[in-house]
C-alpha cells in the first residue's frame, strides 16, 4: 500500500503563487507516475497535471499550462505543485494520485492511490 499526504493549500488573493505537496509512504518503490486533479465546488473531478517517476516526463491540463509546475523530489518521495498566477476559477480541493504506470495519456488513468485532499481558496 501507499499512503499519499497533501498540504501547502490556503486562501490566497488572485495573482498570488501556492506550493502544494503530497508526501508518499509505504510501497513507494512501486510508484512511477504522481499526478494532481483538482474539483471545484459542484463540479466534477478534473486532472490537473502529472508526473513520471523519473520526473523526466510530465503533462498539464490546458488550463493550467504555463502557470503551473509539477515536479518532485525522488529522495524524499514527494511531489509538488506549482501555483503561479492563480485565478478564482483554481479554487477547489486538491487532490494527490499515484499509480504503478505512467500511461501516455495520465488525465485518464485510474489512479490506485488517493490522498485527502487541500482546499486552495482563490479570492478575487
Known amino acids: 500500500q501507499v499512503q499519499l499526504v497533501e498540504s501547502g493549500g490556503r486562501l490566497v488573493q488572485a495573482g498570488a503563487s501556492l506550493r502544494l505537496s503530497c508526501a508518499a509512504s509505504?510501497?513507494?518503490?512501486?510508484?512511477?507516475?504522481m499526478a494532481w486533479f483538482r474539483q471545484a465546488p459542484g463540479k466534477g473531478r478534473e486532472f490537473v497535471a502529472a508526473i513520471s517517476g523519473s520526473g523526466s516526463t510530465t503533462s498539464y491540463a490546458d488550463s493550467v499550462k504555463g502557470r503551473f509546475t509539477i515536479s518532485k523530489d525522488i529522495a524524499n518521495n514527494t511531489a509538488y505543485l506549482r501555483m503561479n498566477s492563480l485565478k478564482p476559477e483554481d479554487t477547489a480541493v486538491y487532490y494527490c494520485?499515484?499509480?504503478?504506470?505512467?500511461?501516455?495519456?495520465?488525465?485518464?488513468?485510474?489512479?490506485?492511490?488517493w490522498g485527502q485532499g487541500t482546499q486552495v481558496t482563490v479570492s478575487s
Open positions: 509505504g510501497r513507494t518503490w512501486s510508484i512511477n507516475a
Open positions: 494520485a499515484a499509480d504503478r504506470i505512467y500511461r501516455s495519456n495520465p488525465a485518464r488513468v485510474q489512479y490506485d492511490y
